[in-house]
C-alpha cells in the first residue's frame, strides 16, 4: 500500500516524539512491503512565528490531500501567559478539526500489565481497564457564540448542538460498541442541560437500531467519580466536546503516564491521529519526552487503513520496550532511562 501521510510535528516536544513514530512507521512499511510519502507541514506556535496563522491554508491542503495526519502537539507558554493574545496556536487545532470535518475523537484507556503499580490508582481498581471515549469535537461550547457585555464585566459562551451533529457521534459508538462487548454509555448533564437532554434522545431513539447493544446513561459528574472507583466497568462511553475533554484527560492517567495514551480525530474521510499529551515545552530539546503515545497513535493509523496485523506489530514492539524497560525518565522510577530518540530506535530496531 502507498500512503501519503501528513506529518504535522506542531511545538514543543511535538517534532520530538513525531521523529520517533516515522522511525517507526517506516520500519512497518519496510517489513510489510508498504511506501510512505511523509508530507510535513506547519501548525501551531511554529507555524504563527512563521506566517502569522496557526493553521495556514497551505497546511490544510497538505492534509485534506493526504489519505491521513500524524499530529505531534501545540503550545506555548508565551500564548498560554497572555490571555490578550489574538492569534493562539489552539485555534489551529480548532481550525483543523473544524474544516477536515474530525468529528469524533476516539480516546482509549487501557493498562500496561507492566505498569500497573505506576497508575496513582490502586491495582485492583484498575486491572483489565481497557475502555474508549468517543468525543463529539466540532460543535458544543468551544464553537457556539461567545463575548463580552456591559464593558467586559459580563462573559458568556453557548452551547449548542444539532440532532445530527449527535446521531453521527452516536453512530460511530454504537458501531464501535458492536465490534467490543456491546456495551454503551452516553454521558451527559440531562438534569439540568436542554442539550444533554438532546443528546439522551437522540441516542434512545437510535437505540432500536442497535438491539444488540446494552446502553446506558450516566450524568458526567458519576462518571468522573466511577472513572477512579472502577474504570474498568466501562467500555464505550458517547459525551459531548466538553465533558469528553475533562473526562478523557482524567481517565488518561489511569495507564500511569500520559505519554502513553494515544488518539484519533476521525470523521467521513481523512482522520488524525495524536498523542492525548500536550507539547510540554520545559521538556523541549532535551531528549527525555515520552514517544509511546505517538508511536501508539501511529499504531492506530496503520489500524484505521486496515492494516491491523502492521498495528499488532508496533503494539508487540511497545508492551516488549515497557516489559524490557527501554522507557523514558518518566517511567524509570529512577533506575536506568532511555532518551526519546533511544526508545524510538530500540522500537524502530525491533520491528
Not at 510535528?9 to 519496510?30: L, T, Y
Request: negative net charge.
Amino acid at each position: 500500500m502507498k500512503l501519503n501521510i501528513a506529518l504535522l510535528a506542531g511545538d514543543g516536544i511535538g517534532p520530538e516524539v513525531i521523529e520517533q513514530a516515522v522511525k517507526v512507521s517506516d520500519a512497518v512499511a519496510k517489513k510489510f512491503n508498504h511506501e510512505i510519502n511523509w508530507r510535513p507541514a506547519l501548525t501551531g506556535a511554529a507555524a504563527i512565528d512563521a506566517v502569522g496563522e496557526p493553521y495556514p491554508d497551505e497546511t490544510h491542503e497538505i492534509c485534506a490531500s493526504s489519505d491521513a495526519v500524524l499530529f505531534g502537539a501545540i503550545g506555548h507558554p508565551r500564548f498560554d501567559n497572555d490571555p490578550s493574545a489574538k492569534v493562539r496556536p489552539e485555534q489551529g487545532l480548532l481550525k483543523m478539526r473544524k474544516k477536515l470535518g474530525l468529528f469524533a475523537n476516539v480516546r482509549p484507556t487501557f493498562t500496561f500489565p507492566s505498569l500497573l503499580d505506576k497508575s496513582p490508582l490502586k491495582r485492583e481498581r484498575i486491572e483489565g481497564t481497557d475502555l474508549v471515549f468517543l468525543r463529539e469535537l466540532t460543535g458544543g461550547i468551544y464553537f457556539g457564540e461567545k463575548g463580552r457585555r456591559e464593558e467586559g464585566e459580563i462573559a458568556y459562551d453557548n452551547c449548542v448542538y444539532t440532532r445530527a451533529e449527535v446521531q453521527r457521534l452516536a453512530k460511530k459508538g454504537f458501531e464501535l460498541a458492536m465490534t467490543r462487548s456491546k456495551k454503551l454509555c452516553c454521558v451527559d448533564k440531562a438534569n439540568v442541560l436542554e442539550t444533554s437532554r438532546l443528546w439522551r434522545e437522540t441516542v434512545q431513539a437510535m437505540e432500536k437500531d442497535y438491539p444488540e447493544v446494552e446502553v446506558s446513561y450516566e450524568f458526567v459528574d458519576a462518571v468522573a467519580m466511577r472513572l477512579v472507583q472502577w474504570p474498568n466497568s466501562y467500555d464505550v462511553l458517547i459525551t459531548e466536546n466538553l465533558f469528553g475533554d475533562i473526562l478523557t484527560d482524567e481517565a488518561s492517567v489511569i495507564s500511569g503516564s500520559m505519554g502513553l495514551m494515544p488518539s484519533a480525530s476521525l470523521g467521513s474521510k481523512i482522520g488524525l491521529f495524536e498523542p492525548i499529551h500536550g507539547s510540554y515545552p520545559q521538556a523541549t530539546g532535551l531528549n527525555i519526552a515520552n514517544p509511546m503515545a505517538t508511536v501508539l497513535s501511529a499504531a492506530m493509523m496503520f489500524e484505521n487503513f486496515g492494516l491491523h496485523t502492521e498495528g499488532k506489530a508496533i503494539r508487540e514492539a511497545v508492551n516488549k520496550a515497557l516489559n524490557e524497560g527501554i522507557v523514558t525518565e518518566d517511567l524509570a522510577d529512577g533506575g536506568k532511562s532511555y532518551g526519546t530518540s533511544e526508545v524510538g530506535d530500540w522500537l524502530a530496531n525491533n520491528i
